[in-house]
């Protein structure tokens, strides 16, 4: 989450993302190469406030902005991401084959700190 360092601000836009990215795998199965594409299809944002946001997409660092929150009041929170990965297949080297059903994988927490600031008017001279 951005801003780093486990503070942000009541009404300030956090930006969250994660770097969840697409991977492959090849087995050996009853004698046969078995090939594997896996890819993140979904995330499920829970800003540890009681507000949740489903996206497709993973979020992108600052300054991308792609998935943001605002606090409405300050206080801890503890916001995770869960992942939900898709998949297909192949058996020695044939037509790639979807995998019926997803796997969701629960993210851990993390402690975030919201905080109030005031203006102060300086002068200088």
């Not at 992108?60 to 801890?76: C, F, M, N, R, V």
């Not at 992942?83 to 629960?106: E, H, L, N, S």
Request: proline share 8%.
């Amino acid at each position: 989450m951005q801003p780093p360092g486990g503070e942000t601000l009541v009404n300030f836009r956090t930006n969250f993302y994660t770097e969840q990215e697409p991977f492959t795998r090849t087995v050996q199965l009853l004698g046969r190469r078995v090939d594997l594409r896996i890819w993140p299809s979904q995330f499920h944002w829970r800003f540890g406030d009681g507000a949740d946001l489903a996206t497709s997409n993973a979020g992108a660092p600052y300054p991308d902005l792609q998935i943001t929150h605002a606090y409405e009041s300050k206080g801890g929170v503890s916001p995770s991401v869960d992942t939900t990965y898709a998949a297909q297949f192949r058996v020695d080297g044939g037509a790639w084959r979807d995998v019926d059903g997803t796997v969701t994988i629960p993210g851990s927490p993390v402690r975030l700190q919201v905080r109030t600031a005031r203006p102060v008017l300086v002068s200088y001279q």
